[in-house]
């Protein structure tokens, strides 16, 4: 039995699941509780679990991300919420510094079992501080687990999974996604973290994407679908660790690939998985993969340079077709 | 005889007047007075073209702050700095900045005072020694100590005015950057514009110490609490903490209580507060109370004021005319002031 949930409320119901099954788990943020989180998230889980579990933090980001990093070393779970991931910048430190390195530098003597989520991504006309992707900055950090997933089905799954993961895990949502609605099973499940789904079969070409580039990216499909290209479309749902497999099993079929990313081209998850498909399956390739990313500049607040900065469907179009030699 | 029946119709006069006896010259009244009523309609404007989507992204309006920006601007100098939060527009326009850049600033319009490439929470001005809006909760606090440092090691006399809200004293960057300007004595004037909120949470609820000036103590810094409510008071603890500031006797910190009016963003209903809260402090409105004091001691005309306020209404409805009829930029401006070199090499695939 499905029923139709939002992906605010989707993530809210895979918090509130895990705590009623573990008194360890709790939530720290800003505005998490009384406010019922700056994108309601969080709604109605302070008057479920009351202030000891559900906890209001000052604007303090490296003090209340080194407080739960502790938290889990002493044998608790946190959820860390960033109200964006913009602002987990100030906590970098204890995420990459401690909550990463706690395991190999104590030898296994001690466990982070801590997961860290907030959106990640532009959201409108938000201008250059408020619009940035971390997946690759995150996901270039040993120790740490990256999730990116705007399914509210698939996210579900994947936060249960990451709170009773037994290592950091950072997770990725989206500030103009949490009120997108989608089918949701009802009970328990879990969603493997590691491994890509598969959101529209294809044979001509592969388009890879996360988050949600996976929209224009679906959008993109069914224009090339009414050319009479089939392209399969792969929703990573993790970034770290890639589902290898799952790539180089579709770029066997198609021999084709491009990777939508709204993250910056430099050193980003499309430079990962290119190499990767370069290395693993390059004998299936009939064409360079190819990419389209966020433009390699900062995101200013005109529409005009919005538009022109992100992804869309006639940019994926246009890559796709470049990729199968169809531009004129 | 007559002299005495003076002295009484003075007690009279002064009795009956509701504010206390008027300490500045006309003209800083009326530029106060100004100044807020520029403010303030700016920003009225602001949230109707919000409403109406000409306008978007977040909007952090200063409505009931006002008092703040005027009392300060009149106690500094045009050569002194000032950075502050995203919460921005009324400090940008205290330092002269054009009503109408400002406007088509917000639009996203090339003529913006940043050509559109900030919005709201990002104005900056070189001419005007501002030194922008931060969208990142407490990040000008050590940027702010920064610009006052370069003044030092520049040897100029002049300071620089950090300005940040009560909720980014909460920070842990507020710390270090109060013991480093104490300890190398940097010409920097903290100011936190303590509005009682950040976002839905009191200040009660995020510290036990609630009274913000007392941070300072911590650091032997000079700390006081201002009526934010009243540009005279802004403009007499602001001119005090120059004065010691440029004296080079390092940093100084002032906790001025205001109030927003408005919840925290366009989108925020405000729902943590009280009306009664609201009204509380619109009783005190410094635009209002400025007005009386003006009007009771006879500062200047009923009259007066309105030719004031016909003026800026003008002025504002041209900003919102010259913000409509500005273009949008150009994708091409993406590719621009990323890098000041001119040829960087882009990653264009
Ligand atoms: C580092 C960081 N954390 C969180 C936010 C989100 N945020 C924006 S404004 C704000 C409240 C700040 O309140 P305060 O400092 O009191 O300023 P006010 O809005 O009252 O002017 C928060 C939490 C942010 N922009 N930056
Ligand atoms: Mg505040």
Known sequence: MARKLALRDALNEAMSEEMRRDETVFLMGEEVAEYNGAYKVSKGMLDEFGPKRVIDTPIAELGFAGIGVGAAMNGLRPIVEFMTWNFAVLAFDQIVNNAAKTLSQSAGEFQCPIVFRGPSGSAGQLAQQHSQTFESWMANVPGLKVISCVDPADAKGLLKAAIRDNDPVCMMESEMMYGYEAEVPEGEYLVEIGKAAVRREGTDITLVTFNKMIFPTLEAAELLAKEGISAEVIDLRTIRPLDHKALVDSVKKTNRMVVIDESWPFAGVSAEIAYEIQKYAFDYLDAPVTRVNAADTSLPYAPTLVEAYLPNAAKIVEAAKETLYLNA | ?349
């Open chain 2, 1 to 349: 005889m007559e002299s005495g029946m003076d002295t009484a119709t003075e007690k009279k006069k002064t009795t009956k007047s509701r504010s206390k006896k008027p300490a500045y010259s006309k003209e800083q009244y009326l530029e106060w007075y100004e100044l807020m009523f520029r403010i303030r309609k700016f920003e009225e404007r602001a949230l109707m073209m919000y409403g109406q989507q000409k306008i978007r992204g977040f909007c952090h309006v200063y409505i009931g702050q006002e008092a703040v920006a005027a009392g300060m601007e009149s106690a500094i100098r045009k050569e002194d700095a000032i950075v502050t939060a995203y919460r921005q527009h009324g400090t940008a326009l205290g330092r002269g900045c054009d009503t109408n850049a400002c406007m088509a600033e917000l639009y996203g319009k090339k003529t913006g005072i940043v050509k559109g490439k900030g919005g709201s929470m990002h104005f900056f001005s070189a001419e005007h020694r501002y030194f922008g809006g931060n969208g990142i909760v407490g990040a000008q606090i050590p940027i702010g100590t920064g610009i006052a440092f370069a003044e030092k090691y520049k040897g100029t006399d002049n300071l620089c005015v950090t300005m940040f809200g009560d909720g980014a004293a909460r920070q842990g960057a507020l710390h270090e950057s109060f013991n480093m300007a104490m300890a190398w004595k940097i010409p920097v004037l903290y100011i936190v514009e303590n509005n009682g909120y950040a976002m839905g949470t009191s200040v009660e609820r995020t510290s036990n110490v609630t009274e913000l000036y007392k941070m300072g103590l911590a650091y032997d810094m000079p700390s006081e609490v201002v009526d934010g409510m009243s540009p005279e008071a802004v403009h007499e603890a602001v001119s005090r903490a120059a004065e010691h500031i440029r004296a080079g006797n390092g940093p100084y910190y002032l906790e001025i209580r205001t109030y927003r009016y408005k919840g925290h963003s366009v989108s925020d209903p405000a729902k943590y507060r009280t009306k009664e809260e609201v009204q509380q402090y619109k009783d005190r409105d410094p635009i209002k109370i400025t007005e009386q004091t003006i009007l009771d001691h006879k500062i200047a005309t009923a009259e007066e004021l309105k030719e004031i306020e016909n003026k800026i209404k003008e002025e504002i409805k041209e900003a919102v005319k010259f913000a409509e009829e500005s273009e949008f930029p150009d994708a091409s401006a993406l590719w621009e002031e990323n890098y000041v070199q001119a040829d960087y090499p882009f990653i264009k695939d």
